[in-house]
Protein backbone atom coordinates (compact mmCIF):
# COMPACT_ATOMS: atom_id res chain seq x y z
CA UNK A 1 0.00 0.00 0.00
CA UNK A 2 1.14 3.71 -0.47
CA UNK A 3 2.01 5.90 2.49
CA UNK A 4 1.82 9.55 3.01
CA UNK A 5 3.94 9.53 5.84
CA UNK A 6 5.64 7.34 8.07
CA UNK A 7 2.42 5.03 9.32
CA UNK A 8 -0.12 7.33 7.64
CA UNK A 9 -1.33 4.82 4.90
CA UNK A 10 -3.54 5.29 1.87
CA UNK A 11 -5.95 2.45 1.62
CA UNK A 12 -8.80 3.81 -0.49
CA UNK A 13 -10.26 2.23 -3.75
CA UNK A 14 -10.18 3.48 -7.68
CA UNK A 15 -13.29 3.55 -9.16
CA UNK A 16 -11.95 2.97 -12.74
CA UNK A 17 -15.13 2.64 -14.76
CA UNK A 18 -17.63 4.61 -12.79
CA UNK A 19 -19.07 7.19 -15.32
CA UNK A 20 -21.92 8.46 -14.32
CA UNK A 21 -22.07 10.20 -10.19
CA UNK A 22 -25.68 10.73 -8.42
CA UNK A 23 -27.04 9.69 -11.40
CA UNK A 24 -26.32 13.16 -12.58
CA UNK A 25 -22.45 13.90 -12.98
CA UNK A 26 -20.05 12.83 -15.59
CA UNK A 27 -17.17 10.95 -14.53
CA UNK A 28 -14.72 11.08 -18.25
CA UNK A 29 -11.80 9.47 -15.53
CA UNK A 30 -13.70 7.50 -13.07
CA UNK A 31 -13.52 8.57 -9.59
CA UNK A 32 -11.95 7.15 -6.36
CA UNK A 33 -13.45 6.81 -3.17
CA UNK A 34 -10.26 8.11 -0.90
CA UNK A 35 -9.56 6.48 2.62
CA UNK A 36 -6.30 6.47 4.77
CA UNK A 37 -5.82 4.41 7.63
CA UNK A 38 -3.26 6.02 10.60
CA UNK A 39 -1.27 3.63 13.12
CA UNK A 40 -0.72 5.76 15.96
CA UNK A 41 1.53 4.71 18.67
CA UNK A 42 -1.19 3.96 21.04
CA UNK A 43 -4.63 3.80 18.59
CA UNK A 44 -5.26 3.54 15.50
CA UNK A 45 -7.99 5.36 12.99
CA UNK A 46 -9.56 4.97 9.76
CA UNK A 47 -10.17 8.49 8.13
CA UNK A 48 -13.35 7.72 6.18
CA UNK A 49 -14.53 4.69 4.01
CA UNK A 50 -15.41 3.56 0.55
CA UNK A 51 -18.81 3.51 -1.56
CA UNK A 52 -20.78 0.44 -0.77
CA UNK A 53 -20.25 -0.82 -4.19
CA UNK A 54 -16.20 -0.83 -2.69
CA UNK A 55 -16.31 -2.14 0.39
CA UNK A 56 -14.80 -5.73 0.04
CA UNK A 57 -11.89 -4.03 -1.83
CA UNK A 58 -11.57 -1.26 1.00
CA UNK A 59 -11.51 -4.54 3.61
CA UNK A 60 -8.86 -6.02 1.64
CA UNK A 61 -6.57 -2.82 1.59
CA UNK A 62 -6.89 -3.12 5.44
CA UNK A 63 -5.90 -6.95 6.19
CA UNK A 64 -2.70 -6.03 3.74
CA UNK A 65 -2.06 -3.33 6.10
CA UNK A 66 -1.93 -5.83 9.23
CA UNK A 67 -4.62 -3.65 10.48
CA UNK A 68 -6.39 -6.13 12.94
CA UNK A 69 -7.50 -3.14 15.43
CA UNK A 70 -9.26 0.25 14.26
CA UNK A 71 -10.19 2.29 17.36
CA UNK A 72 -11.69 5.40 15.68
CA UNK A 73 -13.58 5.64 12.19
CA UNK A 74 -13.22 9.45 11.47
CA UNK A 75 -16.49 10.45 9.32
CA UNK A 76 -15.91 13.53 7.63
CA UNK A 77 -19.33 13.63 5.62
CA UNK A 78 -22.37 11.94 5.56
CA UNK A 79 -22.95 10.97 1.43
CA UNK A 80 -22.33 7.35 0.77
CA UNK A 81 -19.46 7.21 -1.48
CA UNK A 82 -17.53 8.20 1.73
CA UNK A 83 -19.47 6.74 4.47
CA UNK A 84 -21.38 3.79 2.95
CA UNK A 85 -18.98 1.42 4.31
CA UNK A 86 -19.45 2.30 7.86
CA UNK A 87 -21.78 -0.27 8.66
CA UNK A 88 -19.58 -3.04 7.41
CA UNK A 89 -16.55 -1.40 8.55
CA UNK A 90 -18.34 -1.60 12.25
CA UNK A 91 -18.76 -5.34 12.18
CA UNK A 92 -15.17 -6.07 10.85
CA UNK A 93 -13.87 -3.76 13.70
CA UNK A 94 -16.28 -4.21 16.57
CA UNK A 95 -14.72 -2.25 18.82
CA UNK A 96 -14.50 0.78 16.68
CA UNK A 97 -16.41 4.10 17.55
CA UNK A 98 -17.24 6.54 15.23
CA UNK A 99 -15.76 10.24 15.43
CA UNK A 100 -18.07 12.76 14.04
CA UNK A 101 -19.58 15.76 14.64
CA UNK A 102 -22.83 16.42 15.74
CA UNK A 103 -24.60 17.36 12.42
CA UNK A 104 -22.73 14.20 10.95
CA UNK A 105 -23.65 11.88 13.18
CA UNK A 106 -27.22 12.71 12.89
CA UNK A 107 -27.28 12.52 9.41
CA UNK A 108 -25.44 8.88 9.49
CA UNK A 109 -28.11 7.33 12.35
CA UNK A 110 -30.58 8.79 9.34
CA UNK A 111 -29.10 7.60 6.51
CA UNK A 112 -27.44 4.80 7.31
CA UNK A 113 -29.18 3.48 10.73
CA UNK A 114 -26.36 3.47 12.97
CA UNK A 115 -26.97 3.16 16.38
CA UNK A 116 -25.99 6.03 18.87
CA UNK A 117 -24.15 4.48 21.28
CA UNK A 118 -21.42 3.60 17.99
CA UNK A 119 -20.46 7.48 18.28
CA UNK A 120 -17.71 9.60 19.66
CA UNK A 121 -18.57 13.42 19.12
CA UNK A 122 -16.13 15.80 18.43
CA UNK A 123 -16.68 19.70 18.53
CA UNK A 124 -14.45 22.54 16.02
CA UNK A 125 -11.18 22.21 17.09
CA UNK A 126 -11.36 19.58 19.21
CA UNK A 127 -8.26 17.15 19.21
CA UNK A 128 -7.75 13.12 19.53
CA UNK A 129 -5.16 11.82 20.31
CA UNK A 130 -3.39 7.87 18.97
CA UNK A 131 -0.42 8.36 20.94
CA UNK A 132 2.83 9.97 18.92
CA UNK A 133 -0.21 11.06 16.52
CA UNK A 134 -2.86 14.02 16.98
CA UNK A 135 -6.11 14.62 15.08
CA UNK A 136 -7.80 17.98 15.34
CA UNK A 137 -11.13 18.54 13.43
CA UNK A 138 -11.74 21.52 11.81
CA UNK A 139 -15.54 22.10 11.17
CA UNK A 140 -15.91 23.10 6.68
CA UNK A 141 -19.33 23.45 6.46
CA UNK A 142 -20.77 23.36 3.43
CA UNK A 143 -18.46 22.30 1.05
CA UNK A 144 -20.67 21.04 0.13
CA UNK A 145 -23.04 19.59 2.93
CA UNK A 146 -24.07 21.12 6.01
CA UNK A 147 -21.89 18.68 8.29
CA UNK A 148 -18.91 18.22 6.35
CA UNK A 149 -15.34 18.31 8.48
CA UNK A 150 -11.79 17.86 8.01
CA UNK A 151 -8.85 16.21 9.85
CA UNK A 152 -5.40 18.18 10.35
CA UNK A 153 -2.78 15.49 11.53
CA UNK A 154 -0.58 17.77 13.65
CA UNK A 155 2.61 16.31 13.83
CA UNK A 156 2.49 15.46 10.15
CA UNK A 157 1.16 18.57 8.96
CA UNK A 158 -1.36 17.14 5.96
CA UNK A 159 -5.31 17.87 5.90
CA UNK A 160 -7.58 15.46 5.14
CA UNK A 161 -9.96 17.72 3.41
CA UNK A 162 -12.80 15.27 2.66
CA UNK A 163 -14.65 16.63 -0.57
CA UNK A 164 -13.24 19.83 -0.35
CA UNK A 165 -10.41 20.06 -2.71
CA UNK A 166 -11.39 17.45 -4.49
CA UNK A 167 -11.27 15.72 -7.74
CA UNK A 168 -13.45 12.73 -9.64
CA UNK A 169 -9.95 11.25 -11.21
CA UNK A 170 -8.99 7.57 -10.70
CA UNK A 171 -5.18 7.37 -10.87
CA UNK A 172 -2.38 5.09 -10.36
CA UNK A 173 -0.30 7.51 -8.27
CA UNK A 174 -0.97 8.28 -5.06
CA UNK A 175 0.16 11.79 -5.47
CA UNK A 176 -0.94 14.34 -8.27
CA UNK A 177 1.16 14.15 -11.28
CA UNK A 178 -0.09 15.62 -13.88
CA UNK A 179 -1.31 19.19 -12.58
CA UNK A 180 -2.77 20.82 -15.59
CA UNK A 181 -4.74 17.55 -15.91
CA UNK A 182 -5.72 17.18 -12.03
CA UNK A 183 -6.34 21.09 -11.57
CA UNK A 184 -8.91 20.48 -14.61
CA UNK A 185 -10.92 17.81 -12.84
CA UNK A 186 -11.01 19.91 -9.82
CA UNK A 187 -12.51 22.82 -11.54
CA UNK A 188 -14.89 20.64 -13.34
CA UNK A 189 -16.02 18.48 -9.46
CA UNK A 190 -15.93 22.11 -8.06
CA UNK A 191 -18.05 23.50 -10.68
CA UNK A 192 -20.26 20.81 -10.58
CA UNK A 193 -20.48 20.32 -6.69
CA UNK A 194 -18.81 23.32 -5.06
CA UNK A 195 -19.55 26.58 -6.64
CA UNK A 196 -23.08 27.53 -5.30
CA UNK A 197 -21.21 27.53 -1.81
CA UNK A 198 -18.24 30.02 -3.07
CA UNK A 199 -19.48 32.27 0.54
CA UNK A 200 -18.56 29.31 2.30
CA UNK A 201 -15.75 28.08 0.79
CA UNK A 202 -14.18 31.68 1.09
CA UNK A 203 -14.87 31.36 4.94
CA UNK A 204 -13.13 27.76 5.08
CA UNK A 205 -10.33 29.00 3.35
CA UNK A 206 -9.89 31.21 5.37
CA UNK A 207 -9.93 28.96 8.77
CA UNK A 208 -7.07 27.17 6.99
CA UNK A 209 -4.89 30.02 6.47
CA UNK A 210 -3.06 29.50 9.93
CA UNK A 211 -2.15 25.90 8.82
CA UNK A 212 1.61 24.97 7.52
CA UNK A 213 0.01 22.63 5.15
CA UNK A 214 2.91 19.93 3.50
CA UNK A 215 0.15 18.14 2.11
CA UNK A 216 -3.93 17.83 1.25
CA UNK A 217 -5.48 14.20 1.32
CA UNK A 218 -9.05 14.65 -0.71
CA UNK A 219 -11.63 12.20 -0.85
CA UNK A 220 -11.77 12.20 -4.00
CA UNK A 221 -8.41 12.33 -6.54
CA UNK A 222 -5.01 12.42 -5.60
CA UNK A 223 -2.90 13.87 -2.77
CA UNK A 224 -1.34 17.12 -3.27
CA UNK A 225 2.12 17.03 -2.26
CA UNK A 226 2.50 20.74 -3.33
CA UNK A 227 -0.82 22.16 -1.92
CA UNK A 228 -0.90 25.54 -3.01
CA UNK A 229 -1.70 25.04 -6.78
CA UNK A 230 -4.93 23.65 -5.39
CA UNK A 231 -5.77 26.24 -2.61
CA UNK A 232 -4.32 29.32 -4.97
CA UNK A 233 -7.20 27.51 -7.62
CA UNK A 234 -10.09 27.66 -5.58
CA UNK A 235 -9.02 31.20 -4.26
CA UNK A 236 -9.26 32.35 -7.59
CA UNK A 237 -12.79 30.21 -8.42
CA UNK A 238 -14.69 32.14 -5.71
CA UNK A 239 -13.02 35.32 -6.21
CA UNK A 240 -16.48 37.16 -7.17
CA UNK A 241 -14.34 39.58 -9.07
CA UNK A 242 -12.45 37.25 -11.14
CA UNK A 243 -14.21 36.72 -14.13
CA UNK A 244 -12.91 35.75 -17.71
CA UNK A 245 -13.46 37.48 -21.34
CA UNK A 246 -15.16 34.22 -22.06
CA UNK A 247 -18.67 33.88 -23.09
CA UNK A 248 -20.77 30.80 -22.70
CA UNK A 249 -23.47 29.69 -25.34
CA UNK A 250 -25.39 26.52 -24.97
CA UNK A 251 -27.15 26.18 -27.64
CA UNK A 252 -29.92 23.90 -29.65
CA UNK A 253 -31.47 24.24 -32.62
CA UNK A 254 -34.22 21.72 -34.18
CA UNK A 255 -34.29 22.81 -37.72
CA UNK A 256 -31.46 25.20 -38.31
CA UNK A 257 -32.48 28.42 -37.66
CA UNK A 258 -31.15 29.20 -34.02
CA UNK A 259 -28.11 27.27 -35.00
CA UNK A 260 -27.60 30.03 -37.69
CA UNK A 261 -28.05 32.65 -35.25
CA UNK A 262 -25.69 30.85 -33.29
CA UNK A 263 -22.66 30.33 -35.38
CA UNK A 264 -23.56 34.55 -36.43
CA UNK A 265 -22.93 35.60 -32.96
CA UNK A 266 -20.16 33.13 -31.65
CA UNK A 267 -18.50 35.09 -35.11
CA UNK A 268 -19.48 37.97 -34.15
CA UNK A 269 -17.69 37.58 -30.66
CA UNK A 270 -14.89 36.17 -32.12
CA UNK A 271 -14.27 39.16 -34.13
CA UNK A 272 -14.41 41.87 -31.61
CA UNK A 273 -12.18 39.50 -29.33
CA UNK A 274 -14.10 38.10 -26.81
CA UNK A 275 -13.36 34.67 -25.72
CA UNK A 276 -16.52 32.17 -26.73
CA UNK A 277 -17.29 28.48 -25.70
CA UNK A 278 -20.61 27.43 -27.56
CA UNK A 279 -21.92 24.01 -26.22
CA UNK A 280 -24.43 22.09 -28.26
CA UNK A 281 -27.03 20.44 -25.67
CA UNK A 282 -28.45 17.25 -26.80
CA UNK A 283 -24.81 16.15 -27.64
CA UNK A 284 -22.39 18.40 -25.00
CA UNK A 285 -20.21 17.24 -22.07
CA UNK A 286 -21.98 19.07 -20.14
CA UNK A 287 -19.17 19.02 -17.37
CA UNK A 288 -17.08 20.97 -19.88
CA UNK A 289 -20.16 23.38 -20.12
CA UNK A 290 -19.92 23.51 -15.87
CA UNK A 291 -16.10 24.05 -16.01
CA UNK A 292 -16.38 26.67 -19.04
CA UNK A 293 -19.28 28.77 -16.37
CA UNK A 294 -17.16 28.59 -13.26
CA UNK A 295 -15.12 31.81 -14.46
CA UNK A 296 -16.95 33.00 -17.35
CA UNK A 297 -18.13 36.59 -17.52
CA UNK A 298 -21.73 36.46 -19.76
CA UNK A 299 -23.84 33.27 -20.70
CA UNK A 300 -25.60 33.49 -23.59
CA UNK A 301 -28.85 30.87 -23.69
CA UNK A 302 -29.86 30.15 -27.34
CA UNK A 303 -32.65 27.54 -28.10
CA UNK A 304 -35.75 27.38 -30.40
CA UNK A 305 -39.25 26.93 -29.20
CA UNK A 306 -41.72 23.85 -28.64
CA UNK A 307 -44.73 24.88 -28.59
CA UNK A 308 -44.66 28.39 -27.28
CA UNK A 309 -41.59 27.64 -24.47
CA UNK A 310 -38.16 26.26 -24.80
CA UNK A 311 -36.68 23.34 -26.17
CA UNK A 312 -36.67 21.07 -22.79
CA UNK A 313 -32.73 20.66 -23.19
CA UNK A 314 -32.58 24.77 -22.90
CA UNK A 315 -35.31 24.32 -19.67
CA UNK A 316 -32.55 21.29 -18.84
CA UNK A 317 -29.39 24.21 -19.16
CA UNK A 318 -31.45 27.24 -17.53
CA UNK A 319 -32.41 24.87 -14.34
CA UNK A 320 -28.84 23.57 -13.73
CA UNK A 321 -27.36 27.43 -14.17
CA UNK A 322 -29.92 28.16 -11.85
CA UNK A 323 -28.94 25.87 -9.55
CA UNK A 324 -25.06 26.14 -9.84
CA UNK A 325 -25.36 29.90 -9.25
CA UNK A 326 -21.81 30.40 -11.03
CA UNK A 327 -20.59 34.56 -10.60
CA UNK A 328 -21.24 35.51 -14.26
CA UNK A 329 -22.25 39.08 -14.48
CA UNK A 330 -24.55 39.01 -17.77
CA UNK A 331 -26.96 36.55 -19.34
CA UNK A 332 -28.71 36.31 -22.15
CA UNK A 333 -31.11 34.66 -24.59
CA UNK A 334 -31.42 34.31 -28.10
CA UNK A 335 -33.13 31.87 -30.41
CA UNK A 336 -36.28 31.59 -32.99
CA UNK A 337 -39.77 30.78 -32.59
CA UNK A 338 -42.57 29.57 -35.01
CA UNK A 339 -46.11 31.14 -34.11
CA UNK A 340 -45.41 32.94 -30.86
CA UNK A 341 -42.96 32.60 -27.58
CA UNK A 342 -42.90 32.92 -24.46
CA UNK A 343 -39.25 31.64 -23.86
CA UNK A 344 -37.81 34.91 -22.60
CA UNK A 345 -39.84 35.10 -19.92
CA UNK A 346 -39.87 31.59 -19.21
CA UNK A 347 -36.17 31.24 -19.41
CA UNK A 348 -35.55 34.27 -17.68
CA UNK A 349 -37.79 32.99 -14.21
CA UNK A 350 -35.94 29.73 -14.17
CA UNK A 351 -32.56 31.66 -13.83
CA UNK A 352 -33.69 33.73 -11.08
CA UNK A 353 -30.60 32.67 -8.83
CA UNK A 354 -28.21 34.39 -11.05
CA UNK A 355 -26.79 37.70 -9.60
CA UNK A 356 -26.47 38.97 -13.41
CA UNK A 357 -27.39 41.41 -15.48
CA UNK A 358 -30.39 40.24 -18.04
CA UNK A 359 -29.36 41.57 -21.66
CA UNK A 360 -31.83 42.69 -24.49
CA UNK A 361 -32.62 39.31 -26.00
CA UNK A 362 -32.68 38.54 -29.18
CA UNK A 363 -35.60 36.37 -31.33
CA UNK A 364 -36.25 35.90 -34.64
CA UNK A 365 -39.81 34.77 -36.20
CA UNK A 366 -39.12 31.70 -38.32
CA UNK A 367 -35.62 32.18 -39.83
CA UNK A 368 -33.70 35.56 -38.88
CA UNK A 369 -33.43 38.00 -41.34
CA UNK A 370 -31.32 41.22 -41.83
CA UNK A 371 -32.84 42.88 -38.66
CA UNK A 372 -31.84 39.66 -36.71
CA UNK A 373 -28.14 39.78 -37.69
CA UNK A 374 -28.50 43.93 -36.94
CA UNK A 375 -29.88 42.62 -33.38
CA UNK A 376 -26.97 40.14 -32.93
CA UNK A 377 -24.61 42.37 -33.94
CA UNK A 378 -26.09 45.34 -31.28
CA UNK A 379 -25.82 42.23 -28.54
CA UNK A 380 -21.92 41.31 -29.32
CA UNK A 381 -21.10 45.12 -28.84
CA UNK A 382 -22.92 44.98 -26.02
CA UNK A 383 -21.28 42.66 -24.59
CA UNK A 384 -17.98 43.71 -25.47
CA UNK A 385 -18.63 47.10 -23.71
CA UNK A 386 -19.76 45.53 -20.77
CA UNK A 387 -16.58 43.20 -20.11
CA UNK A 388 -14.56 46.76 -21.26
CA UNK A 389 -15.94 48.10 -18.10
CA UNK A 390 -14.95 45.21 -15.76
CA UNK A 391 -11.52 45.82 -17.61
CA UNK A 392 -10.80 41.81 -18.37
CA UNK A 393 -10.63 42.67 -22.64
Not at 37 to 47: D, F, H, N, P, V
Not at 251 to 279: E, N
Amino acid sequence: MKTLAENVIAVGVQHWDRRLFDELIPLPDGTSYNAYLIKGSQKTALLDTADPAKTEVLVDHLMRTGAEKIDYIISHHTEQDHSGSIPDMLLVYPDAKVVTNPKCKAMLMDHLHIDEDAFIEVQDGQTLSLGDKTLRFIYTPWVHWPETMSTWLVEDRILFSCDFFGSHQATAGLFVEDTARTLEAAKRYYGEIMMPFRSSIRGNLKKLEGLDIRMIAPSHGPVYDHPEVIVNAYREWVDEDKVANVVVVPYVSMHGSTQKMVDYFVDGLIDRGIGVQPFNLPVADVGQMVIALVDAATVVLAAPTVLLGAHPSALYCAALVNALRPKTKFAGIIGSYGWGSKMVEQLTALMGNLKAEMLEPVLAKGLARAETYSRLDTLADNILAKHRKLGIV
